[in-house]
């Protein structure tokens, strides 16, 4: 049986347990303190619009580690339900909308990917925001989304400093093609670049941290690389994300075999000491969605230093002040030994597997 089909299947036994949630509300949404590309401090509003989901995903089974489609609509979702779900979230934060502020527009999948986004929702929503005069928007799209027609509908519609969340992952082609099953060549990620340059538009480089089929030592030097080369060629920023176990992926399977273990609070440190000191200048961000849990990014789970860790990337993120990562714990000493044993089995370890 092939990826493809194996992950196709798991994806349609999982589809089965969505729920129908009104059409005309987004996903989520909320306010919180937000660095900008020119490396000021502001607030961003983040909307999570609910779209029909990921053409990838339905197509080809989707990415190894992601189950934001199960938070797509199993029910039809019209253009007039996106701009419902859209305006509700303005109007319901208009008060505190200004311009030293962002607007993340966030979907399931890809933002400029017709399949989700209608063209004419996304020349009225980008319409709708240029009124507002706000200072940053953020979509993101996969990479072959980013077309010299699709900047030009951003470009007509928008005036203000635009920046697309690209999913990079790594630059490895084996570990995104194979690890992460992301389906997009390198020579798409670079022309996406080549592109967005042309008409000033930044791309946020998503790049995962330890994907499946890798070790801890592989995971911390692929994050390096990949980064190092988005900041080569020219990316807005760098976004780490440090691989979830997300609920119905290949990556839950192969984590209750014990076989995969999320990354260590002490790797993610190491990545962004060593990105930040080669590249000072670069905007280096670490999301913290499901760190410190059995199912994000941990180190030793009963020990005190995984919260303070976390604020850690939190306040890196905002400052960019590399001396922030600074911080030692008598937990590293595990970290080490688990890259040292690692190193010596056929396969990946899980959690359990030093003790």
Known sequence: MSMTHYLK?????????????????????????????????????????????????????????CSYLMDASPVEITSENLKNQFDRTIEKNLEVINNNMSIKLFTSGSFLDPFEIPIDVREYIFQKIESLGVKEVAIESRAEFVTSENMESIRKNLSCNVEIGVGIESFNDTIRNVSINKGVSREVIKQAFKISKEYNVGIKSYILIKPLFITEKEA??????????????????????????????????????NQYRPPFLWSILEILKEVKSQNPDALIMCDTSG??????????????????????????????????????????????????????????????SLL
């Open 9 to 65: 299947n798991l994806r349609v036994k999982n589809l089965k347990k969505r729920k129908e949630k009104n059409p005309d509300y987004p996903i989520a949404s909320w306010i919180q303190d937000d660095i900008f590309q020119d490396k000021t401090i502001g607030k961003s509003l983040t909307i999570i619009l609910r779209t029909k989901g990921c053409k990838w995903a339905y197509d080809s089974g989707g990415c190894t580690m």
């Open 220 to 257: 911390i030097l692929d994050s390096i690389n990949t980064a190092n080369e988005c900041i080569e060629i020219g990316c807005s920023r760098i976004s780490f994300c440090p691989a979830t176990v997300h609920t119905g992926t290949l990556i839950e399977l192969i984590w209750k075999k």
């Open 291 to 352: 760190v410190n849990s059995k199912r994000g990014a941990h180190n030793n789970i009963t020990c005190e230093c995984g919260e303070k860790i976390k604020e850690i990337f939190n306040e890196f993120t905002l400052t960019q002040k590399i001396e922030k990562l600074d911080v030692d714990c008598e937990c590293k000493k595990q970290w080490l030994s688990y890259l040292d044993y690692e190193q010596k089995n056929i396969v990946p370890l899980g959690d359990e």
